[in-house]
């Protein structure tokens, strides 16, 4: 009876596990099945838009800064719809198709050939943008005004609000004041969050963003593409750990582990003091029960 039951908790535990894993989003799932995925395909952005576009037969958009200044944007279509494990192994075998050409880190158009293979020259749509090596990087991606750069570089290393201004497709001036979560920035952390910006605009066919459509991309919202469709995205900014006065792990306030004004009370323990010979002053042996003598080895 025994290795029945424990069958079928196994079995359980299985069925258990597998729904657990269908839970998850496509991209959660490829990248349990393949880490190494994210930094090959260039970016968190890059990597995202390869597995909604292959799970779900969508466009793929895919953006790499080339160390010439060149900015590459490649958008295409897939064939079929695959599930995430497929999405894996097909992006698994493209990785090691281009690793065997010496291509470790591929920029937009050879990864995309690389999934696409002999189709690749009808469906790619290529577009290469040069950002002068004096700009500040995010600037000509996103096609800001160097009065916006400057505020929105500054709002973010600082922790305060942004205010942009822009004019909208149809020559509606448009003013957006916004405060990205976390706190302030390094000026990596803010490059690298324009960047990552710029890609998930690009997903949605945005390459010159109004200031409403730029914080959305930051922030997280409604996402109003060029052709009217309002589409709801999570912004690059919203994982941002939260400051440490709100964390339940490492706050100072109100941390349950090394909290500072809630920790409990601790209590000093009463030592009792061994017996002591008077006249000499040094702890005597305590006899065991039954009057035994203690071994003559001790106190040699």
């Given at each position: 009876?025994?290795?029945?039951?424990?069958?079928?908790?196994?079995?359980?535990?299985?069925?258990?596990?597998?729904?657990?894993?269908?839970?998850?989003?496509?991209?959660?799932?490829?990248?349990?099945?393949?880490?190494?995925?994210?930094?090959?395909?260039?970016?968190?952005?890059?990597?995202?838009?390869?597995?909604?576009?292959?799970?779900?037969?969508?466009?793929?958009?895919?953006?790499?800064?080339?160390?010439?200044?060149?900015?590459?944007?490649?958008?295409?279509?897939?064939?079929?719809?695959?599930?995430?494990?497929?999405?894996?192994?097909?992006?698994?075998?493209?990785?090691?198709?281009?690793?065997?050409?010496?291509?470790?880190t591929p920029n937009a158009q050879q990864l995309a050939q690389a999934l696409l293979?002999?189709?690749?020259?009808?469906?790619?749509?290529?577009?290469?943008?040069?950002?002068?090596?004096?700009?500040?990087?995010?600037?000509?991606?996103?096609?800001?005004?160097?009065?916006?750069?400057?505020?929105?570089?500054?709002?973010?290393?600082?922790?305060?609000?942004?205010?942009?201004?822009?004019?909208?497709?149809?020559?509606?001036?448009?003013?957006?004041?916004?405060?990205?979560?976390?706190?302030?920035?390094?000026?990596?952390?803010?490059?690298?969050?324009?960047?990552?910006?710029?890609?998930?605009?690009?997903?949605q066919g945005i390459f010159n963003p109004t200031p409403e459509q730029l914080r959305?991309?930051?922030?997280?919202?409604?996402?109003?593409?060029?052709?009217?469709?309002?589409?709801?995205?999570?912004?690059?900014?919203?994982?941002?750990?939260?400051?440490?006065?709100?964390?339940?792990?490492?706050?100072?306030?109100?941390?349950?582990?090394?909290?500072?004004?809630?920790?409990?009370?601790?209590?000093?323990?009463?030592?009792?003091?061994?017996?002591?010979?008077?006249?000499?002053?040094?702890?005597?042996?305590?006899?065991?029960?039954?009057?035994?003598?203690?071994?003559?080895?001790?106190?040699?």
């Open positions: 009876m025994r290795p029945v039951l424990a069958a079928l908790l196994a079995l359980s535990l299985v069925a258990g596990a597998r729904a657990q894993t269908l839970t998850l989003p496509d991209a959660q799932q490829v990248q349990l099945l393949a880490p190494q995925l994210v930094p090959f395909s260039g970016s968190t952005g890059n990597f995202e838009s390869l597995v909604s576009g292959l799970t779900a037969g969508t466009p793929i958009t895919l953006t790499t800064l080339g160390a010439d200044g060149v900015m590459q944007i490649v958008t295409f279509l897939p064939g079929a719809t695959m599930s995430a494990a497929d999405a894996a192994r097909a992006l698994e075998t493209a990785r090691q198709s281009l690793i065997s050409q010496g291509i470790a293979g002999n189709s690749a020259s009808t469906l790619l749509q290529v577009r290469n943008e040069f950002i002068p090596a004096t700009s500040v990087a995010g600037n000509s991606a996103l096609n800001l005004s160097a009065a916006n750069l400057q505020a929105l570089r500054s709002a973010l290393t600082q922790g305060t609000a942004a205010t942009l201004t822009g004019t909208t497709s149809t020559g509606v001036t448009q003013t957006t004041t916004f405060t990205a979560p976390g706190g302030p920035m390094n000026d990596f952390q803010v490059t690298q969050a324009l960047q990552l910006a710029s890609t998930l605009l690009a997903q959305a991309a930051l922030v997280g919202g409604n996402l109003v593409t060029s052709g009217g469709t309002s589409v709801p995205v999570q912004g690059v900014l919203q994982g941002r750990v939260r400051n440490t006065s709100e964390s339940p792990f490492f706050g100072t306030s109100n941390s349950p582990l090394i909290g500072t004004s809630n920790t409990p009370p601790s209590t000093t323990p009463t030592l009792t003091p061994a017996p002591v010979n008077a006249a000499v002053g040094v702890a005597r042996p305590i006899a065991p029960a039954g009057g035994l003598r203690p071994s003559a080895a001790v106190g040699r």
